[in-house]
């Protein structure tokens, strides 16, 4: 949610393994609504083409200001026991922009020669200028995180990140993620530094034309493996 804006995704019709296809959304949408004096408001609905085959358009959601970002991965594996269910069209991020006519398609950031992993799109996160997606790899779990930075009224991919020396990127990189300060945070609850399997959280900042980690964070306390970083806010 920003400011009156509500935000509600709909990928999936609940959280239980075994789904038939016939289980999911054919069309799912991301449903808008306002907020009045006298509650929440109904604002209308984005949406593919039906005939795309949209499995998980909605995945992800992020907005600032006047800006909507949705997450349209091509395929990913709802649960470790599914099949990797794909989309017909290409994965991409959808930004929206709304006017006084409501919220226009502005751009659509593809993942198409910019990461090899059909699940780009599976995290984003937005704050003014910066743009961050988290792209996953829905057979075998690898994931990437890109910054893009809009220029006028295009966004234009501007790094890849990369975490410092001493750390073994682990498959959750991403899934935490957010933005806020003129800095992008990504969580990794797999990641390994030394003998510590608990996971991370990396702050990057942009320094000159290029985003570097300025600052790793660890559990000071136990915290069983897997487990620190598996969700972030700023």
């Known amino acids: 949610i920003a400011r009156d804006v509500g935000l509600l995704g709909g990928s999936e019709v609940s959280a239980r393994p075994n789904l038939k296809d016939s289980d999911y959304l054919p069309c799912p949408r991301v449903y808008l609504f306002r907020r009045e004096s ?7 609905a984005l949406q593919r083409p039906e005939a795309s085959a949209p499995w ?5 959601l992020a907005i600032s200001g006047d800006v909507l970002v949705v997450g349209h991965p091509a395929a990913l594996q709802p649960f470790q026991a599914e099949k990797v269910r794909s989309s017909k069209e290409s994965p991409m991020v959808c930004v929206y922009r709304r006017s006084e006519s409501g919220w226009k ?6 993942g198409n020669g910019v990461s090899p992993y059909f699940g780009f799109g599976n995290r984003v996160a937005i704050e003014g200028d910066v743009l961050a997606v988290q792209s996953l790899n829905p057979f075998d ?20 990140l990369q975490s410092g020396v001493g750390v073994e990127r682990g498959r959750g990189v991403g899934f935490a993620l957010q933005g806020g300060g003129g800095r992008v945070i990504v969580g990794d609850s797999s990641a390994q530094e030394g003998e510590d399997k608990s996971g991370r959280v990396f702050v990057f900042e942009r320094r ?3 985003w570097v980690e300025v600052t790793r964070l660890k559990p000071k306390v136990f915290c069983g493996p897997a487990s620190f970083g598996s969700a972030v806010a700023a």
Not at 38 to 44: L, N, P, R
């Open 56 to 60: 998980w358009f909605g995945a992800s």
């Open 208 to 210: 000159g034309t290029a």
């Open 38 to 44: 006298d509650g929440w408001k109904a604002e209308g």
């Open 141 to 160: 779990a690898g994931a990437d995180v890109f910054v893009y930075r809009r220029a006028g009224e295009t966004w234009m991919l501007e790094a890849r």
């Open 105 to 110: 398609l502005e751009q659509e950031i593809s």
